[in-house]
């Protein structure tokens, strides 16, 4: 649809119509408008999976690497394609709008969030954030780039004032949301927090450089209740307020505009963004009486209607925004699909030390093997918060490897300590509905005189959103506990407001949960539990009942869990070394939980949680042998290193974790990964503001290029990583002089030098000896992947943009290229660099964006 076409629509729509679409209905739906054949669009949380427009145990989705994990492959044709298995789920769900990718950067390894970034670099964040911006909007769905800009950390990050230096923004923060809008995007989220003063719904960068010197094109949508003026917001260039609808950006931004406070011509223009987003995801064709409706509600909720597909006949446009896409099959293929996320986790392994080498392990040469570690048999596949989803499937480690080994070896498990201090939800496992007799729970939603309105047969006693019915004022969940073992259990209740819980009619609890919060992932996820202790037979069922109300504000999560009361921690660490004492191998999975790393917080320190680091030098020091596998999806301290042979780094994987797992460790597959974000054993930068200001003062020095000015070196340099063969560097070949618009080519040459296939990232890197302006020690500039045979020798291109020897002058406001010799360097990680040469940039210049 063309830009006159949409200036006809925009002319029929009232300015009542033309608010009213400028917030949402709902948690996650625009508002449509039949005037104008403008139907409503759904948007759902991503990165690592497409939930759907609500939360529900009963619609599962395909559960992608963490983004940490997709950056460590430094593979965009990868990325690309993850982003295309995310563009099918979305159209399987009916979902217009994925919130990812999020392109915020790792300034702090504490950063609660750190594993839905990824990367401390912002040339290798853009990168990989483009390539999956492709991938889903090829499908005619739309990506949004988040949080606009400086969103870096957790910590009071509603309020947050970041304070960065012109430069510092240009070169960091804002590099890979230009690459995003290079790529193509559609939609840009606004951030909660403020930068330099201005909260990011109001800020000037909305307009400048975002809009006008990018020439962004899409829709600013702000993050969920980022909305908290009228004026200011409306006449920045922020042009949807979700959720909605938001009161102030209704009856009090019509009168605005009636007063001439906010000019119509800036409203117009909002809508006239709108439209063509709805024109790019086929929300804004002509309708046939065959289209379904793009309805998604809850499965086996009140009004459910089949989710939707996109007409076939949809404009799905390609990420340049022209063009015709191809169409997205409506459900992806399981073979297909799991293949890929399969690859994806061995592509994003990284193998932090291999002494021996240890790894690849032969089956063959293995009897027995011992699966160790509380992340073993339930590892931990993503990460806490908005982005979280339902797997369709979860390959633990333990299942891959005994899948792996059925006929050649014996696998024994031991979980050795535990770490899980949150109490687990109910589940079909462990609960039984007292009503229909099946495994679950039973959910009735209660009017004010507590009559049942409606009610639900759920597989989980977590329940974010337990339905949705306008008589509903409580909600009671319903389980018989079956034990499977006497002795005590604890039972725990969480919500906000009135909670009430009984087990076997005598009531254990009964308190007012006082809210202390307005971060809506800690309202709507995780709601603080209320425990108490009950006694139980093996053999006997415990009807369990719990209830709360829905004080206004406080959401509508409800969470009923139970855990046996365990005795003896230091009997199963005993346990667990004795097993691997008895094996020919060992591999222990470690790893962190949703109580470290989430949403809404910030890690206070980096230490792995419990008795983990003593288990895997207990194993280690019985089992020579010994694999040590780390599931987290942000740096952690590992004292024991120089202990084990083997270190792999899984991230948090995803569905086919523990396939990809044994790929890597059988040598069906090379460990591809390598690190995306340096990792140590302590934070250069807090996260925590100072009178609610977060002062970036390292400037242009995060990650790498500030450990590179540190005097002891950290744990793993970034780019680290190692595969299951060895390389030689030869030489690198390098332009003498640089243009200040014309992009570079350096070529390496190098050999493979080990025994096996292998890929290595050639990752190139530059410096400046002599600088008028400061710059990093040296930092990246480009990268690319090498594959070679044993003892092949090959030579790769690696493209090296101008930006990259460029620098942002606040003074003159623009970027301005050196004059004089610039250090090009190659190698395999920031710090381990064999090649260097030299280049000359012949002329002063300033270089338009």
Not at 276 to 286: F, I, Y
Request: charged content about 20%.
């Amino acid at each position: 649809m063309g830009t006159d076409d949409l200036d006809h629509l925009v002319e029929k729509l009232s300015l009542e119509q033309k608010i009213g679409l400028l917030s949402g209905v709902g948690v996650w739906r625009l508002r449509g408008e039949p005037d104008i054949g403008l139907r409503a669009m759904v948007t759902s949380d991503g990165p690592v999976g497409v939930r759907g427009p609500g939360w529900d145990e009963r619609s599962t989705s395909l559960t992608l690497p963490s983004v940490t994990a997709v950056a460590a492959t430094w593979d965009e044709e990868l990325a690309e394609a993850l982003g295309g298995l995310i563009a099918s789920e979305a159209r399987r769900k009916g979902v217009h709008i994925v919130l990812a990718p999020t392109l915020n950067l790792h300034r702090s390894p504490l950063g609660g969030r750190h594993f839905e970034c990824y990367s401390e670099d912002p040339l290798l964040t853009g990168r990989i954030g483009a390539a999956y911006i492709r991938g889903v909007q090829a499908g005619g769905v739309a990506a949004t780039a988040k949080h606009y800009v400086a969103n870096d950390s957790e910590t009071e990050r509603l309020t947050l004032d970041a304070r960065v230096d012109e430069r510092t923004l240009r070169e960091l923060y804002l590099a890979p949301f230009e690459a995003a809008v290079e790529a193509g995007v559609w939609a840009v989220m606004s951030a909660y927090n403020k930068v330099n003063g201005t909260t990011m719904s109001e800020s000037p960068l909305l307009s400048d450089p975002l809009k006008s010197e990018w020439g962004f094109d899409g829709v600013v949508v702000s993050d969920w209740g980022a909305v908290r003026s009228t004026v200011p917001s409306a006449l920045a260039a922020q042009d949807l307020a979700m959720p909605g609808p938001n009161p102030l950006w209704g009856e009090a931004l019509i009168a605005a505009v009636r007063s001439g406070e906010v000019p119509e011509s800036v409203i117009d223009d909002k809508i006239r963004r709108l439209l063509g987003l709805a024109t790019r995801v086929g929300a804004l064709t002509p309708a046939t009486p065959d289209d379904p409706a793009l309805i998604v509600a809850t499965p086996g909720s009140p009004g459910t209607a089949d989710p939707g597909t996109f007409p076939t006949g949809a404009d799905s446009r390609t990420s340049s925004g022209t063009g015709s896409g191809t169409a997205v099959s409506a459900a992806p293929d399981p073979s297909v699909a799991g293949a890929l996320l399969r690859r994806a986790v061995s592509a994003s392994t990284v193998l932090l030390r291999n002494e021996g080498p240890l790894l690849p392990l032969d089956p063959v040469r293995l009897r027995r093997v011992a699966v160790i570690g509380p992340n073993a048999a339930t590892a931990r596949i993503q990460g806490g918060g908005s982005a979280g989803v339902y797997p369709v499937s979860t390959v633990s480690p333990l299942d891959g490897i005994r899948e792996a080994l059925a006929g050649k070896a014996e696998v024994h498990h031991s979980p050795g300590v535990r770490i899980d201090t949150r109490p687990t939800p109910l589940d079909t496992g462990n609960a039984r509905n007292p009503r229909t007799g099946e495994p679950g729970l039973l959910v009735r939603l209660l009017d004010a005189a507590g009559e049942e309105v409606h009610a639900e047969h759920r597989l989980s006693g977590r329940l974010p959103e337990p339905g949705s019915v306008p008589a509903a004022v409580a909600v009671e969940i319903r389980a018989l506990l079956r034990p499977g073992a006497g002795g005590p259990w604890e039972l725990a209740f969480a919500g906000w407001g009135r909670v009430r819980l009984e087990a076997e009619g005598r009531v254990l609890l009964d308190e007012e949960v006082e809210l202390d919060t307005d971060d809506p992932a800690v309202v709507h996820l995780t709601p603080p539990y209320r425990r108490a202790r009950i006694s139980t037979d093996e053999d006997r069922e415990v009807e369990i009942v719990a209830r709360r109300h829905f004080a206004p504000g406080t959401g509508v999560a409800s969470i009923l869990a139970a855990d046996p009361v365990r005795q003896g921690a230091q009997d199963e660490l005993a346990a667990a070394v004795e097993l691997a004492r008895t094996c020919d191998a060992a591999v222990v999975v470690v790893g962190t939980t949703e109580e470290i790393e989430s949403e809404g917080f910030d890690r206070e320190h980096l230490e792995l949680p419990g008795r983990q680091n003593e288990l895997v030098r207990a194993v280690a020091a019985v089992c020579p042998d010994t694999v040590v596998v780390v599931n987290s999806g942000g740096p952690v301290t590992l004292p024991w290193r120089e202990e084990v042979p083997a270190v792999l780094l899984s991230w948090f994987p995803g569905q086919e974790a523990g396939h990809g797992l044994a790929d890597v460790l059988f040598g069906v597959a090379e460990p591809g990964g390598r690190l995306p974000t340096t990792w140590s054993e302590s934070a250069l930068f807090s996260t925590v503001p100072e009178d609610g200001v977060l002062t970036y003062g390292e400037g242009l020095d995060i990650g790498y290029r500030a450990w590179l000015r540190e005097s002891t070196p950290p744990v793993y340099w970034f780019g680290h990583g190692l595969g299951y063969t060895s390389w030689s560097y030869e030489s690198l070949t390098v332009p003498e002089l640089i243009t200040p618009d014309a992009p570079l080519t350096v070529r390496v040459r190098l050999r493979n030098t080990g025994g096996r296939a292998g890929r290595e990232v050639v990752q190139v890197y530059l410096s400046r000896p002599e600088t008028a302006v400061t710059r990093p020690v040296r930092w990246l500039a480009g990268y690319a992947a090498a594959v070679a045979e044993p003892g092949e020798t090959v030579e790769v291109a690696v493209g090296i943009r101008p930006r990259a020897f460029q620098y942002w002058s606040a003074e003159a406001g623009g970027w301005r290229l050196e004059e004089g010799a610039f250090t090009v360097l190659a190698g395999r990680s920031a710090a381990d660099l064999p090649l260097a040469a030299t280049t000359i940039a012949d002329a002063k210049a300033l270089v338009e964006p």
